[in-house]
């Protein structure tokens, strides 16, 4: 294994820049910092042994750890996560890949800058290709809540289109055949999985498919209020909604109240949820639910075990999705829901 003043040897620099430039220090320029780091990987550098190996795991985000339209997936996920992670005292430490990895590292360099041994990677629309090049360079990782065809990729996430079919096909026997679709602006393959299950519900009972029933919008409760005001300002509105995502629902039920449209006696509504939100709202909402703590707790339980030697090095797991009736589903009304210029109008 090369040592620093091999490297900088090789790459015509000092050693004191080559070791600004392996801890990424801001007076490096990124054309020295570029030649260092191709050295150091072609040469196998990794940082001198003799310092402990840290116990600390980073839950890596493509960019914002928190965002509004992650809903409350994150605080439930995070705290399986911590709970999995404390049985063998391990650490967690967020990780920005947008602002902390630079162009030029390797994801091996990145760990060992940042001080992890493995890493649980947030699946999000845009992420799949980093944990594909993660698990290309053999590194201790998860893919948390999506999934990838690569074999070397490590992931647990939840099957939603199996149960989302279910849910729609609830609103079918309850007379519905106006059944529209809120969706995440965001197509990953969990929203991808959820309007697939709509879609062949309807196919199934011979229900016809119409585009202005497909709506999307960023998932948040402004999303949510966006696509409800859409879909009922229709010159035919659905009689009910199936909303993929929590705070879309949240948002949803939120503007009925404000416009005084009752649920469900005049328009139903399905939701998505990741904990305990259903039992928060008013109503409390029908929802395909998936169980974020469980997806945290097993993803750190798998990962913390592997790098300790303790667990099989390959873990590719889906978990099932349930459905959770309550009050927001109920039989077709005489007249559907209408919205006009933002206020509930009669027909």
């Known amino acids: 294994m090369a040592s620093v003043r091999q490297i900088a040897s090789k790459a015509g620099v000092s050693v004191a820049t080559v070791s600004r430039a392996l801890n990424n220090h801001p ?4 054309a020295t910092r570029r030649k260092v780091l191709e050295v150091a990987e072609g040469a196998g550098y990794a940082p001198a042994v003799g310092r402990r190996p840290t116990n600390v795991i980073g839950l890596i985000y ?10 409350n997936f994150e605080s439930a996920m995070l705290q399986g996560l911590l709970k999995g992670t404390n049985e063998l005292k391990f650490d967690v430490t967020f990780i920005n890949l947008h602002r902390d990895k630079t162009d030029a590292e390797t994801y091996r360099q990145f760990f060992h800058r940042k001080g992890i041994r493995g890493a649980v990677l947030r699946g999000l629309q845009n ?8 698990a290309a360079e053999g590194l201790p990782a998860i893919f948390i809540a999506d999934r990838s065809e690569d074999p070397r990729v490590n992931f647990i996430a939840c099957e939603s289109r199996t149960t989302s079919e ?28 959820r309007a697939a299950g709509y879609a062949a519900a309807l196919d199934r009972h011979g229900i016809e498919r119409r585009d202005d029933y497909t709506v999307q919008a960023v998932a948040s409760p402004e999303g949510g209020q966006m696509m409800l005001d859409r879909l009922l300002s229709l010159p035919e509105p659905p009689s009910a909604i199936y909303f993929t995502d929590p705070m879309s629902t949240v ?9 005084g449209i009752r649920v469900p006696q005049d328009l139903s509504i399905i939701g998505f949820d990741d904990s305990d939100v259903r039992f928060h709202t008013f109503p409390r909402f029908t929802a395909v639910c998936q169980d974020a703590y469980a997806l945290g707790l097993e993803a750190s339980r798998w990962l913390t075990r592997a790098l300790e030697g303790e667990a099989n090095k390959v873990f590719r797991q889906m978990r099932e999705t349930t459905f959770s009736v309550h009050e927001s589903t109920g039989l077709v009304p005489d007249e559907p829901a209408r919205v006009r210029d933002g206020k509930k109008v009669s027909r």
């Open 127 to 134: 992420t799949r290709e980093i944990s594909e090049a993660i």
């Open 166 to 193: 279910r849910a729609v096909e609830h609103l079918i026997h309850l007379g519905h055949r106006r059944i529209a679709l809120g969706v995440h602006a965001g197509m990953d393959s969990d929203h991808e999985d």
């Open 251 to 259: 948002g949803a039920l939120h503007r009925c109240l404000h416009l």
């Open 62 to 71: 493509p960019d914002d750890p928190v965002r509004a339209d992650f809903g």
């Open 27 to 30: 007076d490096v320029s990124e």
